[in-house]
């Protein structure tokens, strides 16, 4: 199993331009998330989904969409970049209760000049 | 609303000793689970360690054990026999509802 892959692992954007983070797992997990990672602030829920054709917003979704048209893939797409969303970005999975250990993909560090 | 604290940004300890990072929370729930999560230089998070809220003996994991204190909201981890490879951020986070909150971690650094 690959467990959670992340692509890219580092992009360079410029303010107002568009792009899309994939996520991807093959544990069959029905629970996906996407955290950011700033410094001194450690992980902040973005979004999540709990299956297939459900998402729901988290702790900061406000820059950023999701959808999930299948177990798999979760994508984070980021419509008009901004200076603040420079950030390192991790996908996890888990089976999907509470207790279930997260799984995490290896990030993606973005940076918006 | 759920909190968590970790105050110590940054300890150090001599290999091979012992070192207890600190976490506390806020939460008005009753059933909850909490986790010590490490990231290594390498940037991949890593369970370390969990623990039940309606359990009232603490979870060991070889080398790492925690104090779990539900009536203060305290979840210390402490980490016997300090190995250089246990340099690295370790994040404290709560998880209730399938959503994690994370503490904005401790920078962990071994001695040789």
């Known amino acids: 199993n690959a467990g959670v892959t992340q692509t890219p692992k580092f992009q360079v954007l410029k303010t107002g331009q568009s792009m899309t983070l994939q996520c991807a797992q093959d544990m069959n997990h029905e629970y996906m998330s996407w955290y950011r990672q700033d410094p001194g602030m450690g992980l902040r829920l973005i979004h999540y989904s709990v299956g297939a054709g459900i998402t729901d917003q988290g702790e900061v979704p406000n820059g950023y969409n999701v959808s999930r048209s299948t177990t798999e893939d979760f994508p984070l797409r980021l419509l008009s970049a901004a200076p603040s969303q420079t950030s390192v970005y991790f996908c996890?999975?888990?089976?999907?209760?509470?207790?279930?250990?997260?799984?995490f993909g290896p990030g993606t560090r973005l940076t918006v000049l | 609303a759920q909190t968590v604290t970790q105050s110590q940004p940054e300890m150090s300890v001599q290999e091979a000793e012992t070192v207890t990072l600190s976490c506390t929370y806020d939460?008005?729930?009753?059933?909850?689970?909490l986790f010590w999560y490490k990231q290594p230089p390498s940037r991949q998070m890593i369970l370390v360690i969990r623990q039940e809220a309606y359990k009232q003996q603490n979870a060991t994991e070889n080398r790492f054990s925690v104090n779990f204190q539900k009536a203060a909201k305290s979840f210390s981890l402490k980490i016997s026999d300090s190995q250089l490879g246990d340099t690295a951020m370790y994040f404290c986070?709560?998880?209730?509802?399938?959503?994690?909150?994370f503490g904005t971690g401790t920078r962990l650094t071994v001695i040789p």
């Open positions: 939460t008005s729930e009753n059933n909850y689970y």
């Open positions: 986070a709560f998880n209730w509802a399938n959503n994690l909150f």
């Open positions: 996890a999975s888990s089976m999907g209760q509470g207790v279930a250990e997260q799984f």
